[in-house]
Antibody, heavy 117, light 111 residues
């Protein structure tokens, strides 16, 4: 069974850092691009970042460029999102998902991030 | 790429047909000839469910009352006979150009 399990969410002060993890199982992790998608409270879905099979290529939305870093460890079947210089507008539920021609074939249950003093 | 999804709200009766439009500001046809447009449903308090990928291909387990169509930059999701479990917010996503962009969502609700 394909599973994605996020962890690492929580309450953090503005300007501080947080690192999300996504543990994958049930499929060959290294065969997939992976992505992070977020959803602020009462808002729509928003793509955050994507990473290629081996981590050699990464892509970010403008509002997180220079502050967030997506990475992966294929040996551990894990995806990460290092979030630095957090802002209140980064408050959201963060989902990891698979990125392929059948985009979003699997979704994690989400990790809640609240940025507040 | 700007993705414009309409309507933002769609009141329906059970058994009705429902239609949602998604238009992009650029062609969503990749160099390989495949068009990368997907549809998702999010029910209240739940994570998104994947319905359709590459314009018209249903994910496993998605009922055949859901159908996707369109080409280049103009796409439609149709639900042939709305059932109670279809209510929620629908999103389209273009995934050919970075940054990837979702539509703003269409809330399918009862009249």
């Amino acid at each position: 069974e394909v599973q994605l399990v996020e962890s690492g969410g929580g309450l953090v002060q503005p300007g501080r850092s947080l690192k999300l993890s996504c543990a994958a199982s049930g499929f060959t992790f290294s065969d997939y691009y992976m992505a992070w998608v977020r959803q602020a409270p009462t808002k729509g879905l928003e793509w955050v970042a994507s990473i290629s099979y081996d981590g050699g290529s990464t892509y970010y939305r403008d509002s997180v460029k220079g502050r967030f870093t997506i990475s992966r460890d294929n040996a551990k079947s894990s995806l990460y999102l290092q979030m630095d210089s957090l802002r209140s507008e980064d408050t959201a539920t963060y989902y990891c998902t698979t990125e392929s021609s059948s985009w979003g074939d699997a979704w994690g249950q989400g990790a809640s991030v609240t940025v507040s003093s | 790429v700007l993705v414009t999804q309409t309507p933002s709200s769609l009141p329906v009766s059970l058994g009705d047909q429902a239609s949602i439009s998604c238009k992009s500001s650029k062609s969503l046809v990749h160099n390989n000839g495949i068009t990368y447009l997907a549809w998702f449903l999010q029910k209240p308090g739940q994570l998104p469910q994947s319905l359709i990928h590459t314009v018209s291909n249903r994910f496993s387990g998605v009922p055949d009352r859901f159908s996707g169509s369109g080409s280049v930059s103009d796409f439609t999701l149709k639900i042939s006979r709305v059932e109670p479990e279809d209510l929620g917010v629908y999103y389209c996503l273009q995934y050919v150009h970075y940054p990837l962009t979702f539509g703003a969502g269409t809330k399918l609700e009862l009249k």
